[in-house]
T-cell receptor
Framework: ETGVTQTPRHLVMGMTNKKSLKCEQH?????MYWYKQSAKKPLELMFV???????ENNSVPSRFSPECPNSSHLFLHLHTLQPEDSALYLC?????????????FGPGTRLTVT | GQNIDQPTEMTATEGAIVQINCTYQ??????LFWYQQHAGEAPTFLSY??LDGLEEKGRFSSFLSRSKGYSYLLLKELQMKDSASYLC??????????WGAGTKLIIKP
């Protein structure tokens, strides 16, 4: 596997369910990110991890809980979501948090909350 | 507040040239990126400008004027596969990325 992978690619869940999104990067990068992309809106940065330490939490509701066990893996744990949380969730990585080299994105998880 | 403005949608003809403009107002500036995103896929990095001027990379070029808060992405010899959204992104003084909503480019034969 190369680049950034995400699983699952599609997820449908009820508001009372608990699920997790997984991201893995094979690029040797130090920083990993979770973004939310809703239709016709700019990407919204949710969380940033640099060397496994969370350095950014953009006022994300507590029903989203990130986990970064090591520099290659990133999880987003979901519970008691709302229908407005339906969106494309993108994981990205970069070589350092200064992002001047650009970020590499995974294919995303299309989440639908019913 | 911080803001990125780019046209919502543009249409161009295969083989032609198109310029996608982006203006920004941010708290500081540490570079501007252009990303390409095909429908249903992840964004992919195209270019990075931190100094004024034109950066050329094959059929794609990106221009920056920091004093005007302005950039453009120039696509030459358009191909059908260039149909995608093009995202303008600015890194502010804290290296936080400010994302534009994207310009959907439609290429017609």
């Amino acid at each position: 596997e190369t680049g950034v992978t995400q699983t699952p690619r599609h997820l449908v869940m009820g508001m009372t369910n608990k699920k997790s999104l997984k991201c893995e990067q094979h690029l040797g990068h130090n920083a990993m990110y979770w973004y939310k992309q809703s239709a016709k809106k700019p990407l919204e940065l949710m969380f940033v991890y640099n060397f496994k330490e969370q350095t950014e939490n953009n006022s994300v509701p507590s029903r989203f809980s990130p986990e970064c066990p090591n520099s290659s893996h990133l999880f987003l744990h979901l519970h008691t979501l709302q229908p407005e949380d339906s969106a494309l969730y993108l994981c990205a990585s970069s070589q350092g948090e200064t992002v001047s080299e650009g970020q590499y994105f995974g294919p995303g998880t299309r989440l639908t909350v019913t | 507040g911080q803001n990125i403005d780019q046209p919502t949608e543009m249409t161009a003809t295969e083989g032609a040239i198109v310029q996608i403009n982006c203006t920004y107002q941010t708290s500081g500036f540490n570079g501007l990126f252009w990303y390409q995103q095909h429908a249903g896929e992840a964004p992919t990095f195209l270019s990075y400008n931190v100094l004024d001027g034109l950066e050329e990379k094959g059929r794609f070029s990106s221009f920056l004027s920091r004093s005007k808060g302005y950039s453009y992405l120039l696509l030459k010899e358009l191909q059908m596969k260039d149909s995608a959204s093009y995202l303008c992104v600015v890194a502010d003084s804290n290296y936080q990325l400010i994302w534009g909503a994207g310009t959907k480019l439609i290429i017609k034969p």
